[in-house]
């Protein structure tokens, strides 16, 4: 039966179609990468008063690339920063490398850089509700460094001010990564809602 | 269903140059491209000179009509600009190196490609290692200042010693608006 969408307004396709998807062609479309959106929700954590957020059921086997999302991320010292878990093992050392541009609307510009940090800075505030993504490469592959882009942004009412951080890090290590810790730089995550995606792949 | 639909996936070959052509349509006005582990074939910490875009035709546009801007971040020493206003590609501050020396890893958006009315837009984030730099970070944008229809998209070195790895991957989606 030739497949396609039902209703008003449809939208242009890439394949020319009549009539509904039936279960044949619903799995075949799905093998091709058609059927279905391209970010697949892992997991979804909303927390209140944790010291960090593990995620530890990450399908690096299944994903070349993962998509994070931190949502209103509240605390004590809410720097937002990732650590990497290598066949279940938390990578504590001094081992992270990053670079990031900071800015705020007062003017004032950084730059934030490390070549032997403990974790991988997301944003750098110290109060106010944070929000950022990052796209987590290769953690999957044995061969290959784990590398992050990420940029975020915070509302810093004590300062008066706004602030932005872009930038990336990489655990320089070729080794699996099988989980994520999202941590402050102390104290508490009071509030947060973090969502790990798997971007598609064939 | 989210709104990011998958169009093509490439694994590269050994190669400089890496052409994902027919991929840009008037189904959509955004394309997201993901490079994930772009490795150099030879033991080399290499700059990569950045994209070329591919028009209608078929042909790589090497005309100095590209403009770029990038902010390039390193985690070992000054951060530093690069840019111009009549390149012949798309610089985006990418590098890499053979597999276990540090690999590019990118994300970038391009508007309007397939519009022949309307530039054609990148805006592009990436990180990168290799064993001159460690990590090197790189936010840019570019722009063709051409209206033509663009269809394609060719990653690429100049330097024939310095070819990609096989391997790695290439994944071009479409950001679906329905109205």
Same mark, same amino acid.
């Given at each position: 039966?030739?497949?396609?969408?039902?209703? &008003?307004?449809?939208?242009?396709?890439?394949?020319?179609?009549?009539?509904?998807?039936?279960?044949?062609?619903?799995?075949?479309? $799905?093998?091709?990468?058609?059927?279905?959106?391209?970010?697949?929700?892992? +997991?979804?954590?909303?927390?209140?008063?944790?010291?960090? %957020?593990?995620? $530890?059921?990450? &399908?690096?086997?299944?994903?070349?690339?993962?998509?994070?999302?931190?949502?209103?991320? $509240?605390?004590?010292?809410?720097?937002? /920063?990732? /650590?990497?878990? +290598?066949?279940?093992?938390? +990578?504590?050392?001094?081992?992270? &490398?990053?670079?990031?541009?900071?800015?705020?609307?007062?003017?004032?510009?950084? +730059?934030?850089?490390?070549?032997?940090?403990?974790?991988?800075?997301?944003?750098?505030?110290?109060?106010?509700?944070?929000?950022?993504?990052?796209?987590?490469?290769?953690?999957?592959?044995?061969?290959?460094?784990?590398?992050? $882009?990420?940029?975020?942004?915070?509302?810093?009412?004590?300062?008066? /001010?706004?602030?932005?951080?872009?930038?990336?890090?990489?655990?320089?290590?070729?080794?699996?990564?099988?989980? %994520? /810790?999202?941590?402050?730089?102390?104290?508490?995550?009071?509030?947060?809602?973090?969502?790990?995606?798997?971007?598609?792949?064939? | 269903?989210?709104?990011?639909?998958?169009?093509?996936?490439?694994?590269?070959?050994?190669?400089?140059?890496?052409?994902?052509?027919?991929?840009?349509?008037?189904?959509?006005? =955004?394309?997201?491209?993901? @490079?994930?582990?772009? !490795?150099?074939?030879?033991?080399?910490?290499?700059?990569?000179?950045? =994209?070329?875009? @591919? !028009?209608?035709?078929? !042909?790589?546009?090497?005309?100095?009509?590209?403009?770029?801007?990038?902010?390039?971040?390193?985690?070992?020493?000054?951060?530093?600009?690069?840019?111009?206003?009549?390149?012949?590609? =798309?610089?985006?501050?990418?590098?890499?190196?053979?597999?276990?020396?540090?690999?590019?890893?990118?994300?970038?958006?391009?508007?309007?490609?397939?519009?022949?009315?309307?530039?054609?837009?990148?805006?592009?984030? *990436?990180?990168?290692?290799?064993?001159?730099?460690? !990590?090197?970070?790189?936010?840019?944008?570019?722009?063709?200042?051409?209206? *033509?229809?663009?269809?394609?998209?060719? =990653?690429?070195? *100049?330097?024939?010693?310095?070819?990609?790895?096989?391997?790695?991957? @290439?994944?071009?989606?479409?950001?679906?608006?329905?109205?």
């Amino acid at each position: 039966m030739p497949y396609g969408y039902l209703g &008003q307004n449809t939208p242009n396709q890439t394949v020319s179609n009549s009539g509904v998807f039936d279960i044949s062609s619903a799995a075949d479309l $799905t093998k091709q990468g058609k059927f279905g959106g391209s970010l697949e929700l892992i +997991e979804e954590q909303t927390v209140s008063s944790v010291s960090f %957020i593990d995620f $530890t059921s990450i &399908q690096e086997n299944k994903y070349d690339v993962h998509y994070m999302t931190v949502n209103a991320y $509240t605390g004590s010292n809410i720097n937002i /920063r990732l /650590r990497f878990y +290598e066949s279940g093992v938390l +990578e504590t050392a001094n081992v992270y &490398q990053q670079a990031h541009q900071w800015g705020a609307s007062t003017g004032t510009f950084l +730059e934030i850089k490390d070549t032997g940090d403990g974790e991988i800075e997301v944003a750098n505030t110290t109060s106010d509700p944070s929000s950022a993504y990052v796209y987590l490469y290769n953690l999957g592959n044995s061969s290959k460094y784990s590398f992050t $882009t990420s940029h975020s942004f915070n509302d810093d009412s004590d300062d008066n /001010r706004s602030a932005f951080m872009f930038g990336g890090g990489v655990l320089p290590q070729a080794s699996v990564v099988d989980g %994520i /810790r999202v941590m402050p730089l102390s104290g508490t995550i009071t509030s947060a809602t973090v969502k790990l995606y798997g971007v598609k792949q064939l | 269903m989210s709104a990011l639909r998958l169009i093509n996936e490439t694994t590269t070959t050994v190669a400089n140059t890496i052409s994902i052509t027919d991929v840009f349509s008037a189904d959509f006005d =955004i394309y997201k491209i993901v @490079i994930s582990g772009l !490795n150099q074939d030879t033991n080399v910490a290499n700059e990569i000179n950045g =994209i070329r875009l @591919i !028009n209608s035709s078929g !042909n790589v546009i090497t005309a100095s009509d590209y403009d770029y801007a990038v902010l390039g971040m390193n985690s070992g020493s000054s951060f530093d600009e690069t840019r111009s206003t009549s390149a012949s590609n =798309i610089f985006m501050g990418q590098r890499a190196d053979q597999v276990g020396d540090g690999s590019n890893n990118t994300v970038f958006y391009i508007f309007n490609p397939f519009d022949s009315s309307s530039y054609t837009f990148t805006l592009s984030q *990436s990180a990168s290692s290799d064993s001159a730099f460690d !990590n090197i970070n790189a936010k840019g944008i570019g722009v063709l200042h051409q209206t *033509s229809s663009i269809t394609g998209f060719q =990653i690429y070195d *100049s330097d024939s010693a310095r070819p990609f790895e096989s391997g790695s991957k @290439i994944i071009t989606y479409g950001l679906r608006v329905d109205s």
